[in-house]
Structures are given as C-alpha cells and as structure tokens.
C-alpha cells in the first residue's frame, strides 16, 4: 500500500514555508561513554505469576509489550461470495460459502470475524443443518455439528447483511469502514456513484465473514450483481457476465491462486475500461469516462515495469491479470490488492497534466507488491516492513532503471529525510512487536527505513547476490506467510555469509548512526588518516553500528584510491598511505548508509567534488552547502550547475540565484524559461524571472502560454505576466480560467484577487470543490481575501461555504485543512479591521468575528483526524 502522508508542517498550514534540510544532526557534542562493571549475584525468585516477577530491589518485572501472529485453529481453503448491495441503505446482502477445515488441532467450533452483521442463517452445507452460534457485534462463533481433525473438511453457508461502518483510521488510512458507498443516492452530481473497498488491515471482515489477518490465504469466487450500467472489478479473471432480464447483470470473478483475505478487493462505478496484454495476461486501466483517452498515460510504463520486475526477480508476474482501477474519496493512496489495484483519483489526470509528473512511483510501488506482500505475505503486521519496505524499494529500482542513478537517488534522499524527520519523535524497530496499535506500522519506519535497509543490503551483497536472495525468499515462500528471518536465511544462503549482525541492528533493533567524520593528511608519513565517530545515543539506539562503506580518496581528478573498510567501533581510525595531499576524501562513496553525518569539508573540496565525485548526492551537498559563499569558483560552479544534465540540479542551482540575480543570470534565465528540457525547471525560472520583476521575458512569458502544453510552466509565465504587465494580465486569466488544473486555477486566482474586484467571487465558488492538494491552500486564502473586500455580508457568506468543506470529513485532509486556515485568516483580517473601527461598525465587526471563533471551535470539535486537529489547535 502507498498511502497519502498528511504531514502537513503547522508552519505550512500557517503560510510559511522554508528549504528543509534533510539529514542534519541533533548536536555537534561528543558521546563519551563509560561504564564500571561490577561483580553480580543473580538468584532466580520463586515466580508467583510468569508475568510479573519481584525483583530483589522491590522491582517489578513485566514482560514487554508483543503482538504475536495470528493463531490459526482452522484453516479457510476458499471462499465463495454472492453479492447484492442496498445503495440508499448502504448494506450488502451477501452469502457466504466458506470451506474450511482444522489446521493441526481438532475442533468443534470456528471464530470469525464479522463486524456490525446481521446473520440470517448459518448451515453446514454437507449436511443441509443449521448450527448455532453466538455473535458479539465483532466475531461470530460457530459451533460445528462435531468435533473435525485436520484431514476432514467442511463447508459453512452463512447468509447475512453487512452494514459497513467506521470505527476510526490512522493517518495511513484515513477510515476502517472496509467498503465504501460513493455517492451512493446519486445526489452529488458532480460525483459519480460507486463502491469500492479498503481491505487492509483487518476490515474486509465488515462487508463478508473471514478469517482478517495477515497469515491466512485462500482462493475465492465472487458473485457480484449490479445494475447493467455498472462495471464491476475483483480478483482474478472474469469467468462470465450474465444478464438477469431484470435491468441487473451478475458479474461471476474467480481467484484460483491462495491469496490474504485482507487482498480480496471490489470496486463498482461507470468506468471506461481500456485493456491491453503483457506477455499473455491481460492489464486493464478503470478510469472514468472522461478519462479514457488518458488511461494508458494515467497508467504509463505498465507493460514495461512487468517485463523489468519479472526479469530482475527471475519470476514473472505470478497472476492471472493485472488491472488498476481509479476510485473517488479513497481513504488512502493506493492498494495492492492481488491482480486489482486501486488509486485514489490524485492519478487521474489528462495526459499533459502528466508532463513531469507521472504515477511511475506508486505504480511500481503497487506492483512490486504482487510478489512482496501478495506472493509472499508478511505473517503479522509487527513484519509489515517485508510487504511495504520492498514496495517502497521498487520505487528506487524503477527510477534507476528508467530514469538513470541520478533520479533514484534523489527519490532515495527524499526517503531518507522522511525517516529521520519521523525519527525524531519516535522510533522503533523495524520488526516491531510491541506496537500500540497495528496502524501505527503504516510509517516511514515501515515503508521509508525498509527501502533504505535494502539499498544498504544491496549495496553490500552486490546485485548479483542481491537479486539471486529475492529470487530463492520468493521462491523458498510462495504463497505463504512470512518473518524477517525468512529473509535473512534466504540471503544467508545465497552469500554464504552470516547476516545476523545486518539484521539484528536494522531491523531488530531500532535507530540509526549520528557519525563525525574527520580526516588528516601528515606531510611527513605520506599518509591519511580518517577517523569515525558514532556519536548516537547508545542508551535508546545500538551505540555501536557495523557500517561496510567505501572511503574514495582523490589526489587529482584522474587519480582516486577507493578503500573497503567496515565501521564497528564508537571511535575508529584508518589510516592510508598516499603519495600528496588528497583533493577530496569522499566517505561513504557510494552514498548507500542511512546515518545522520556531519563532515566539514572545506570550499575547495566541496568544489572538487562537485565536478569529480560521480554521484548525484556529491553535487547536491556541494551546491547546499556553498550557494552563498561568493567565492568566484563557487559562483563559477553554481553557474555550471545550470546545465547539469539531472533537473533537479539545475533546479536547485536556479533556487540559490534568489537573493541577487545579474544581467548576465537573466540571459540564462530567459534560456532556461525558453528551452529547459524539464518542465519544473522552466516554471523555476519563470518564477525568478517574476521575482526580478524582468520586463523583457513578457514576450516570453506570453509565448509559453501560447505553445506550452506543461500546466506548471502555463502557471508561472501567467504570474510573471501579472507582475510586470498586470492590465493585461486579466485577459490572459479569463481565456484560461476554464482549464481543469490546479496551477492554472491558482494562477488566475491570484490575478483575481490583485485586481480586488468581487464579480471574480463566482469563479473561486465554482472551483472550491475542484481544488485540492497543496494548491487548495493559496485558492481557499485568495478566495477569502477577495470575499472580506466585498463587506461582511460576503465574508460570512464565504466563510459559510468554508465551512461547510472544513466539517465534511468525505473532503480530503488537504481542504479542510486549507478551508479552516481561511476561516481562520478571515477573522484574523475582521479582528483587525474592528481595531480601527467605531461604534456600529465595531460592534458588527467583534460579533462577526465571534460567530466565526464558534464556527472554529465547532471544525476542531467535529474533525477526526488527530492530525489536523493538532493543527487548528497551533494556528
């Protein structure tokens, strides 16, 4: 599963918003550990409760919090669903046809879990016998007509109605309502009508009977019937589509390979569906009627990721199909489900949105989980790394195969600054069973530690090891569930070597190094010394790591020494001959170790490393840690760094040009805006070229909007257009206000909301719906900027409309967040109005703003997520 991390800074939600940097340590101090070790006597107490044991100091001992796997007492070989669904009511009339039989031990009785049923009957279908059972809102317990051994199978039919309903959600998964009426009294009609489902964790168990964790499998069949308008998707191939005379079609889909039951999926709506096939299997794009034409670009490079996981792994794609299916108000990011993903409608976009901005990421991120977290299951959510950190690592994997080193380790720093941000105020081990709760484990612990943790594993076997382990823990544990230590055996048996220390210290244990480098050249040894510090807290995280790294060490840009070494004391030096003084010791070479590091490195290092060391992060640390120094080679190096053949390079060199830009930067400016290969990089410099106030890029400005088909390079020549020539601006905005995109709408909005005229007010209500993402922050703000010049009447009106998106928790976090931010601007604005106010005027003004306070208190009191909560609470 790739979810959509909310994590939005209380300093965004605030309008503030600075450069982050990424991989920073807490402090420059030097851990100096030491410990006297004293002469014990342990005698072993009497034990009165084998989990609380009296320590002879008057101690008490307690076991330390686990979350075992799943006992499994009966076995689920198939389940057979037939499906009705009440729309106006939300309910699914279902039967369910279970075979099961007991997994080792004899039984008489089978636990399901069931939530919020209502059961009409259960039978055994050998028999035609109805059995009793007791049902506590949460499992029904089924009392079996005997006592069954593990060689003897039986079969449950249970009819029931499910009434789908959340009880909470996590900031993974914003609901555990499990399946998911849209729009379902089709009174929206800006929203089509569907239902789709949200398996995971355990809430599959809310639409039919199961056994809802990780370590079961079974195969499945589903009798789906609907109104013949709809389409309908689930796992596996679809067997036939039967119409019933009655204006309704029942859909027949059969899974004939064992797979989770928090993996079974369904997904109903008006969708277009485009089909194409790879190598015999068959692929489908779901997407909505509009949509059709994108579908294959929404879904871009399908074919192409099978044909390269498949062969990196040595297993092909091991499933019958592989369809991807959009879905509106989707409480997450996107779903594995085997053979059916499912997408929030953050993918569907038209094919020149797309430009620069394509879904490769959480396709592959989805797709690599067909053979990590489908194929192979992790047997409990403490193990969840071993679905979503290899989900995550595809991600790296596929930009490096498609897009070359230099985007892979980008995606790689943007990973690694997820995780330690996180780790700041928490951390835990990756393989963590002492969780509060199994949600907690949807993290960047989980998804971006377990990336890391494997690129490092990469790194050290070599890719031939590396690629061989997968294919032997793929095939080793086909179709099962599994721990961490299945892993390790399987890389333990490819290398040859002893893996424990890897695994115990990244993922048995928890944190990460904080390391000091220093290095030292003696003149008269011809020799150099590099010394490393792990200066982490040994008290909450391993104070010793084993680090395998590569020290390169440059005397000339033609001649480098590259020295193995291995990292396993809290202070260790190495020492290495050479003939002259090094131009650059590069530690950590390959840029592989998850570690927090503080290195000085003089200027002329820096600048030598830049133009010599071959990595990505190399020239991303040299123009970060230099772009104000005035030194003429650094500003020469800078200058270079516009051409660098990697966007987000020249990117990051146009973002250093901001405090002082000269004539002969805004020739390459106006270049860079013209003829940038990267869309990104054109709206940078168009930005700058705003910023600068440069009249001569009107021209410039006028003809990107003419014949660029990027929107964020539309967006930016619009804003230059409204800085330097703002009467002609308006025009401009009214021939594109009607384009369907955010940077578009946001552009013209800001001209809107200059000019001050309220008859532009209609246009920000018409988009308040449409607008979502980071971008619904500035429309909402403009939108309640432009409202308060219109009188109070039209700010309490606006503000209204506000609300009623701030209170509605079917709206994405990003607008009610960006709702209750103008709520809150907007009474700041009124507050500070009845300040210079009198009389009448005042009074209007404090009771406006009193209303607007309750309206406030009553988003914080009605929102859910804890989140955003904590964010009205600090604005």
């Not at 299916?325 to 059916?340: C, F, I």
């Not at 544990?477 to 399987?490: D, M, P, Y």
């Not at 390079?713 to 369907?740: C, F, H, N, R, T």
Request: hydrophobic share 35%.
């Amino acid at each position: 599963m790739r979810f959509s991390l909310f994590l939005l800074s209380c300093a965004i939600l605030l309008g503030a918003c600075k450069t982050q940097q990424v991989v920073i340590p807490a402090d420059n101090s030097v851990f100096t550990e030491n410990r006297d070790l004293d002469t014990m006597v342990i005698s072993a107490p009497r034990i009165q409760n084998p989990s609380e044991i009296e320590g002879t100091l008057g101690n008490t001992y307690t076991l330390e919090p686990y979350n075992p796997s799943h006992t499994r007492t009966n076995d689920l070989i198939h389940t057979r669903l037939d499906l009705r669904f009440d729309w106006a009511n939300e309910k699914v009339m279902g039967k369910a046809t279970l075979q099961l039989k007991p997994y080792f031990y004899a039984t008489d009785q089978v636990v399901l879990d069931a939530k919020n049923f209502e059961f009409k009957n259960v039978l055994l279908k050998e028999s035609g016998k109805e059995l009793k059972y007791d049902y506590d809102g949460i499992q029904i317990t089924i009392h079996l007509d005997k006592k069954y051994n593990r060689e003897t199978t039986y079969t449950l039919e249970i009819d029931y109605i499910a009434s789908p309903s959340a009880t909470g959600g996590s900031a993974a998964i914003t609901s555990d309502k499990g399946l998911f009426f849209i729009n379902p009294k089709g009174e929206d009609p800006e929203k089509p009508q569907q239902i789709w489902t949200q398996g995971e964790t355990e809430n599959n168990s809310r639409w039919f009977p199961t056994f809802d964790k990780p370590n079961e499998r079974c195969t499945q069949e589903m009798y789906v019937t609907v109104e013949d308008r709809f389409k309908t998707l689930s796992n596996g191939i679809m067997v036939s589509s039967k119409s019933n005379g009655d204006g309704t079609r029942t859909d027949y889909w059969k899974m004939d390979q064992p797979h989770a039951p928090y993996l079974f999926m369904l997904a109903i709506g008006e969708y277009a569906v485009v089909k194409e096939e790879w190598e015999g299997i068959p692929l489908a794009y779901y997407v909505e009627p509009e949509y059709k034409t994108d579908a294959k670009a929404i879904f871009a490079h399908t074919p192409e990721m099978l044909s390269f996981f498949s062969e990196k792994l040595g297993i092909k794609y091991p499933w019958s199909k592989f369809a991807q299916v959009v879905v509106r108000d989707y409480v997450s990011g996107a779903m594995e489900n085997t053979t059916a993903v499912i997408f929030g409608e953050f993918v569907q976009k038209k094919e020149r949105e797309l430009i620069d901005n394509n879904n490769d990421r959480i396709v592959a991120h989805e797709m690599f989980h067909h053979w990590f977290g489908d194929y192979v299951t992790c047997e409990s959510w403490a193990n969840l790394t071993l679905n979503e950190g290899f989900a995550n690592y595809s991600e790296y994997l596929w930009f490096e195969h498609k897009y070359g080193a230099d985007a892979a380790d980008y995606h790689l720093l943007e990973e690694w600054g997820g995780y330690i941000n996180t780790s700041r105020g928490s951390m835990h081990p990756l393989i963590d069973f002492g969780y509060h709760d199994k949600e907690d484990m949807f993290d960047a612990h989980s998804y971006n530690k377990g990336g890391a943790v494997l690129h490092m594993l990469r790194n050290y076997l070599g890719d031939d090891a590396f690629w061989a382990g997968l294919n032997k823990y793929l095939t080793d544990n086909a179709h099962t569930a599994v721990e961490v230590h299945n892993l390790r055996l399987a890389f333990e048996a490819v290398s040859g070597q002893d893996l424990n220390w890897f695994f115990n210290q990244w993922y048995l244990s928890e944190g990460h190094p904080d390391l000091v480098i220093d290095h030292e050249y003696d003149e008269t040894t011809k020799s150099i010394t590099v010394t490393i510090e792990q200066v982490q807290d040994g008290e909450e995280v391993p104070p010793i790591f084993q680090l395998p790294t590569t020290i390169d060490i440059y005397l000339s840009p033609d001649e480098k020494l590259s020295k193995q070494v291995m990292i396993n004391q809290r202070i260790q030096t190495f020492t290495f001959e050479a003939p002259s003084e090094p131009k650059l010791i590069n530690f950590d070479a390959d840029k592989a170790l998850l570690a927090e590091r503080q290195e000085n490195k003089s200027t002329e290092e820096l600048v030598f490393q830049y133009y010599n060391a071959p990595k990505f992060l190399d020239r991303f640390e040299s123009i970060q840690k230099l772009y104000e120094s005035e030194d003429p080679e650094v500003q020469a190096m800078i200058h270079d760094a516009l051409e660098d053949p990697f966007w987000v390079i020249r990117a990051t060199a146009l973002s250093t040009l901001e405090s002082e830009v000269s004539d002969e930067d805004l020739v390459v400016l106006r270049k860079m805006a013209a003829n940038d290969s990267h869309s990104e990089v054109k709206a940078t410099a168009f930005q700058l070229l705003t910023y600068v106030e440069d009249v001569a890029s009107l021209k410039l400005a006028k003809q990107a909007i003419e014949s660029e088909k990027a929107y964020p390079v539309i967006g930016a020549a619009l804003g230059l257009i409204q800085a330097v020539a703002p009467a002609e601006a308006g025009s401009y905005a009214k021939k594109l206000e009607k384009e369907d995109n955010e940077y578009i709408k946001d552009a013209v909005a800001g001209i809107y909301v200059e000019s001050g005229d309220t008859k532009y007010l209609p246009f920000f209500e018409e988009n308040l719906n449409k607008i979502d993402g980071f971008s619904a922050i500035s429309f909402y703000e403009n939108y309640q900027s432009l409202a308060v010049k219109g009188g109070l009447d039209q700010a309490k009106s606006a503000a209204g409309k506000l609300k009623i998106i701030a209170i509605n928790m079917e709206q994405s976090p990003w607008k009610r967040a960006a709702a209750t931010k103008a709520i809150h601007s907007l009474k700041t604005e009124l507050e500070e109005q009845s300040m210079d106010a009198e009389n009448a005027e005042k009074s209007n003004l404090e009771a406006v703003v009193e209303e607007l306070d309750t309206v406030l208190q009553f988003i914080l009191k009605t929102e859910t997520n804890e989140q955003l909560k904590l964010f009205y609470q600090q604005m």
